[in-house]
């Protein structure tokens, strides 16, 4: 974490330096939210389209619960279909051009280099259609000109204001929270605060209690005091509270698995993240009893042989995100935690009243 992120999650910290800054970025995002929403209000795509996003930067757990609800609804029988910007990926577009600025389908045989970590993840975990494109709008248009879905869980966008949606879903870090409630660069966040008095759903995940338990899936007025204000939430939103439950450890090299009891408790390891949030990752390996050894790594960090070369040969444990980067090259030493995270079950029939 650098200076200024350590600066976003302090009451009073050097960053209020860079307020004029942050005032300067929030008019701008203002109007460019209005401009775009007054432009393309109301231009649907004939099947609901469900956003999973945050207002502030970093790791929230956006992927877990996006594999989650996916999974959820097609046990219910709903075919659901995902866009994504393909964050980490250099990707070929189906115009041969490279990046993502033309949308690429991704399946669970695609490389992490040209689809990026998070999209191919979901294609993985969930097996329906995942599509990624810079322009998600152009990413909706190809999903549905490919697949025949139900509907359609959209991977981040709550700031793409030109792609229309029916409902709209926040993740916040129920450690981090909003931090001082600032937007960049004085602070973490995309959007105000009040952002989040407009969305449907607010989802908190953590915080509270032990990392490995349950999920709880009442609204629980104890968690909205804590992380965010009851002036940012409106009244009738509902709060639910998330948290990612560990499953097992799986080797990159051989596959094979061990449960999470099969890991001697005080196991020195080495424990890689690059991920938004890699805080998160190491307090679960120590909630689990091992003792981790941080060494972290900026978001959708392209992994080397040289990047885990320790002088030892202690276990390297890292993100399931991290893993399918990894795979390719990874020794025998190499492990990643495998979470889930459980669908609060009002969360879901929200999402299927959507489609009646």
Not at 89 to 107: F, I, W
Not at 281 to 288: A, G, R, V, Y
Request: glycine share 10%; charged share 20%; net charge positive.
């Amino acid at each position: 974490m650098t200076a200024l992120e350590k600066a976003w999650y302090k009451p009073l910290g050097w960053s209020v330096l860079l307020l004029p800054l942050a005032w300067l970025f929030q008019v701008i995002a203002s109007i460019r939210k209005c401009g775009l929403q007054c432009r393309y209000q109301g231009r649907g795509y004939g099947v609901p389209v469900v956003v999973i996003g945050n207002i502030s930067v970093g790791g929230t757990g956006k992927t877990p619960l996006i594999i989650a609800l996916a999974n959820a609804l097609i046990e219910q029988g709903v075919r659901p279909g995902v866009v994504s910007r393909g964050y980490g990926g250099s990707g070929v577009g189906t115009a041969g051009r490279v990046g993502h600025s033309q949308p690429m389908s991704v399946t669970a045989n695609s490389a992490a280099e040209q689809s990026g970590d998070e999209a191919l993840l979901i294609a993985r975990r969930t097996g329906c259609p995942v599509v990624v494109c810079a322009d998600r709008v152009a990413a909706i248009h190809h999903l549905l000109a490919e697949y025949s879905v139900d509907i359609i869980l959209s991977d981040d966008g709550l700031q793409h204001y030109r792609m229309h949606r029916d409902l709209e879903i926040a993740v916040i870090d129920g450690v981090r929270g909003l931090g001082n409630r600032l937007c960049l660069p004085a602070g973490p966040l995309r959007e105000p605060p009040r952002r989040l008095r407009s969305v449907d759903v607010v989802v908190i995940n953590g915080g509270s209690g032990n990392l490995v338990s349950s999920v709880v899936t009442n609204v629980v007025s104890k968690v909205v005091s804590k992380v965010v204000s009851s002036r940012d939430v409106a009244e009738h939103t509902p709060v639910c509270q998330m948290t990612l439950r560990p499953d097992k450890f799986v080797n990159l090299s051989s596959g094979k698995t061990l449960g999470l009891e099969a890991w001697p408790r005080g196991q020195a390891v080495h424990a890689v993240a690059g991920i938004g949030n890699p805080q998160r990752f190491f307090d679960l390996l120590i909630e689990l009893g091992l003792v981790p050894r941080l060494h972290r790594f900026s978001d959708h960090h392209r992994f080397t042989v040289e990047d885990i070369r320790f002088d030892d040969d202690l276990p390297v444990i890292m993100t399931a995100k991290d893993a399918v980067k990894c795979e390719s090259w990874a020794d025998a030493r190499c492990w990643f935690l495998e979470v889930a995270a459980l669908p609060p079950a009002e969360l879901v029939q929200s999402i299927c009243n959507k489609l009646d």
